[in-house]
C-alpha cells in the first residue's frame, strides 16, 4: 500500500513552454501532497504544500506564479511550471501524506525536467 | 529555523559490519521522525520511522530515538552493497511538512 505516482517521469521542452506534472496516490486519500525540487548533488528543497481544496503554501523564493499548483482531489495534484527556463531544469518529486498519527510521506519516482 | 543535521559522509563499511547513521534536530516540538533511503537518481524510499523513545526493529534496520538529546540514528545490520545510497533523516510535528536533513552517503563495499 502508499503508493505514490508521478506523471511523466521525464520531459524535455523548449525554453518558454509550460510543462505540467501530475501526483496521484493510488491507494490512499491524501489530504496533504507535497513538492520538491533536487538539483544533482544537493538535498530535497521543498517547494509547496498542497492541501486538497485550497490553494498552495508556498516556500520562502519559490514563484507561485510560475509554479502552479491545483490539488484537484484528494488522490491528484499537479505542478504546472509555466514559462520554463533552463534554470528549472532539475528532479521534482512528490509525496502525499498518509494521514494518521504520524503523518507519514510516501514519495512519488520523481519527474526529470530538462528545459533546453 | 527549525534544523536537521547529518554528517554528509561517505561513510564506508565493508560488506556485513553494521552501518550506524546519525541525526540530530534542533525542534524539541518534533513528535515524528523518519528515515529514507535515495538512490542516486531516484526518489526517497521510506524505511522506518520512530515516534517514542527507544529502539525499533525492522529486518536488518533498527531506528533509534533519545527526545532528551535530541538524538536520533538507524543502524543497518550485515550491511550489503545494495545498501550503498544516500540516508535521509526527516523530522516533523503532527500536521506540517517533513523537515529533512542532507542526507548521509553510506558505500558498503563488497
Known amino acids: 500500500g502508499a503508493v505514490v505516482s508521478q506523471h511523466p517521469s521525464r520531459v524535455i521542452c523548449k525554453s518558454g513552454t509550460s510543462v505540467k506534472i501530475e501526483c496521484r496516490s493510488l491507494?490512499?486519500?491524501?489530504?496533504?501532497m507535497f513538492w520538491y525540487r533536487q538539483f544533482p548533488k544537493q538535498s530535497l528543497m521543498l517547494m509547496a504544500t498542497?492541501?486538497?481544496?485550497?490553494?498552495?503554501?508556498?516556500e520562502q523564493g519559490v514563484e507561485k506564479d510560475k509554479f502552479l499548483i491545483n490539488h484537484a482531489s484528494l488522490t491528484l495534484s499537479t505542478l504546472t511550471v509555466t514559462s520554463a527556463h533552463p534554470e528549472d531544469s532539475s528532479f521534482y518529486i512528490c509525496s502525499a501524506e498518509s494521514g494518521g498519527a504520524t503523518d507519514t510521506q510516501y514519495f512519488g519516482p520523481g519527474t526529470r525536467l530538462t528545459v533546453l | 529555523q527549525k534544523e536537521v543535521e547529518q554528517n554528509s559522509g561517505p561513510l564506508s563499511v565493508p560488506e556485513g559490519a553494521i552501518a550506524s547513521l546519525n541525526c540530530t534536530y534542533s525542534d524539541r516540538g518534533s513528535q515524528s521522525f523518519f528515515w529514507y533511503r535515495q538512490y542516486s537518481g531516484k526518489s526517497p524510499e521510506l524505511i522506518m520511522f520512530i515516534y517514542s523513545n527507544g529502539d525499533k526493529e525492522d529486518g536488518r534496520f533498527t531506528a533509534q530515538l533519545n527526545k532528551a538529546s535530541q538524538y536520533v540514528s538507524l543502524l543497518i545490520r550485515d550491511s550489503q552493497p545494495s545498501d550503498s545510497a544516500t540516508y535521509l533523516c526527516a523530522v516533523n510535528q503532527a500536521g506540517t511538512a517533513l523537515i529533512f536533513g542532507k542526507g548521509t552517503t553510506l558505500s558498503v563495499s563488497s
Open positions: 491507494d490512499f486519500q491524501a489530504t496533504t
Open positions: 498542497s492541501n486538497e481544496g485550497s490553494k498552495a503554501t508556498y
